[in-house]
Nanobody, 113 residues
């Protein structure tokens, strides 16, 4: 399974970004997809996850600001990030579970004025 993520960049505090990720190579639909992030000097942490039935899970630090959703295209996932804060600065990784976890290459999100 290969994951291709896009949509990172530089944004001012309070701004928004939308991350996209598409999975390919799975023989069946990917049931669980999510986003993790890793800031410099910190461990990778869960941001949000979504099951194929659109059941979602969020880390407390993004509740009310980020929204994860599945796309209409097969095995796509989006992360809408609003009210971004400097502490959201990290490399964001798309992940998919198909018997095991698969990871995308990461996309940099920098929140700075």
């Amino acid at each position: 399974v290969q994951l291709q993520a896009s949509g990172g960049g530089l944004v001012q505090p309070g701004g928004s970004l939308r991350l996209s990720c598409a999975a390919s190579g799975s023989n069946s639909s990917v049931a669980l997809m999510g986003w993790y992030r890793q800031a410099p000097g910190k461990q990778r942490e869960l941001v949000a996850g979504v099951l194929s039935g659109n059941k979602t899970n969020y880390a407390d630090f993004v509740k009310g600001r980020f929204t994860i959703s599945r796309g209409n295209a097969k095995d796509t996932v989006y992360l809408q990030m609003n009210s971004l804060k400097p502490e959201d600065t990290a490399v964001y990784y798309c992940a998919a579970f198909v018997s095991k976890w698969y990871w995308g290459q990461g996309t940099q999100v920098t929140v700075s004025s």
